[in-house]
């Protein structure tokens, strides 16, 4: 119970500190207060520190009834999985197959690959559907290969699909920052049933979950490339913060010449408040005093001055040696501090520092081991403002371990059209990194080896 009341108290505060914004920035301001907070201590008990995620996690699960929120089904379109299976065939009977399974479907608990089977079975009883999927699956199906066989197969790659689509859910489910989310499959296959209690911004969840996963291939730039500019922004931020800083001084020597007038009219009471201020000299004065752990603040206080960016954005340098780390990765950040990062970096004049081309996004998977920091990588636009290459090039893609090791691998491979861009996107960027982006994070930023032909690939 404590937890919930901890919690609950720390909402208070970001409700508190968003009311001072205008109305049509306050829900924004609030979620800035709840991130900026998200790993910070805010409860200690029995010598454990916790912080309002530690705390979020363990409050009473007060769910939908109590809390309110939203409750969304979601249904993965296996007819689309199985058109693109078939290479978005044009052949009659499969197309009339297809349309006759979506009608056959209402009024059946069947799932729809098995009527599938059965209406295109109606339609052509001597036709084989080897020659519709063998072409997307060729390492699965053989081109002789008989009805039930293909069907099972392709049973299986709609399961796939679905559970990749579900952890993509899961993955956006957690990033979105909801307190003890309820995802589960249902019965009918391809469905998910997705509650978010207490959520705030249906409308923005909704969006989030309904939006199609976005697969792509972006060129990056190495933290080499980018030094100088982001040593310019440092030097930018610090300007405008030390003005600020002479801009609050004048003000606060302004206060004070006007505090000294009024001590001097009152002259008598500082006679008579004499001997209690003899007391407390005593005690500023007295030896025993420490100011250890507040000489570190103010260390990190003046660093943080004269350096706003590195504050919150640690160089990618090597501890050893001091020299930039090579690589995309133009430093770490505290996901608490993610939302100035990305102040900072969206600022306009900022914007100008960097090449036209340059885009920032952050590493999926956390830096460390607690889960606090992620990684900005540097990604490389097209002319266009994307990525170099679409996801939907991909025609397969499987977890596998590496013949001579342990290390789990990626391994893809891609349609005609994609194995040809992926042939020149390699081909151009031999020794640096291409980053695999989903939703717009990073999952993966592999240095090319060499130029990849054939559309075949695997990741470590």
């Known amino acids: 119970m404590s937890f919930t009341w901890v919690a609950d108290g720390v909402e208070d505060d970001a409700l508190i500190y968003a009311s001072k914004f205008p109305a049509n920035q306050q829900e924004e301001k609030e979620r800035f207060y709840l991130d900026s907070i998200n790993s910070e201590p805010v409860y200690d008990i029995f010598l454990t520190e916790y912080s309002y995620a530690d705390c979020k996690s363990r ?7 109590l809390k309110g929120g939203m409750n969304v089904t979601l249904e993965v379109m296996v007819v689309d999985v199985l058109k693109a299976l078939a290479n978005n065939s ?5 197309n009339a197959a297809i349309k006759n399974t979506l009608v056959a479907q209402r009024n059946s608990q069947d799932d729809f690959v098995s009527l599938f089977a059965f209406e295109y079975e109606k339609l052509s009883p001597n036709n084989g559907l080897a020659v519709l999927f063998a072409a ?6 053989k081109i002789n290969a008989n009805n039930n066989e293909v069907i099972d197969i392709i049973s299986i790659e709609v399961e796939d ?17 909801v307190t003890q989310p309820n995802i589960q499959r249902l019965e009918t296959a391809g469905r998910i049933l997705v509650e978010l209690p207490g959520i705030k911004d249906p409308e923005r969840a909704r969006k989030l979950l309904q939006s199609t996963a976005q697969l792509e291939f972006w060129e990056t730039y190495e933290y080499a490339e980018l030094f100088e ?3 310019s922004v440092n030097k930018y931020l610090r300007d405008i913060e030390n003005a600020k800083n002479e801009s609050e001084e004048l003000l606060e020597n302004n206060d004070v010449n006007i505090e000294k007038e009024v001590k001097e009219s009152a002259n008598s009471d500082i006679n008579e408040d004499s001997e209690e201020s003899s007391l407390l000299a005593d005690v500023l004065s007295d030896d025993s005093l420490s100011t250890d752990s507040l000489s570190t603040d103010l260390s990190f206080e003046e660093f943080a001055t004269e350096n706003p960016l590195y504050a919150v954005l640690f160089p990618n340098v090597n501890q050893q040696t001091n020299q930039l780390n090579p690589g995309p990765v133009v430093g770490i950040c505290a996901i608490k501090d993610t939302a100035q990062v990305n102040k900072y970096l969206n600022d306009k004049s900022v914007m100008k520092m960097f090449p036209l081309d340059v885009v920032f996004s ?3 998977k956390p830096y460390d081991a607690d889960g606090k920091f992620v990684q900005l990588v540097a990604l490389k636009s097209n002319r266009g403002g994307k990525a170099a290459m679409e996801g939907d090039v991909v025609t397969d893609a499987n977890e596998t371990f590496g013949q001579f090791s342990s290390t789990a691998e990626v391994s893809m491979e891609m349609n005609a059209e994609g194995a040809k861009q992926w042939k020149r996107l390699t081909k151009e960027n031999i020794g640096k990194s291409v980053a695999i982006v989903l939703d717009g994070y990073v999952y993966s930023y592999p240095t090319v080896q060499s130029e990849i032909a054939g559309g075949r690939s695997s990741i470590t």
């Open 90 to 94: 044009k052949d009659s009977i499969f």
């Open 161 to 177: 699909a679905i559970s990749r689509s579900f952890n993509i859910l899961r993955s956006r489910i957690d990033r979105f920052g």
């Open 59 to 65: 409050e009473l699960n007060l769910g939908l009834d």
């Open 136 to 141: 997307q699956l060729k390492d699965k199906i």
């Open 362 to 364: 952050y590493t999926v």
């Open 229 to 231: 500019s982001l040593e």
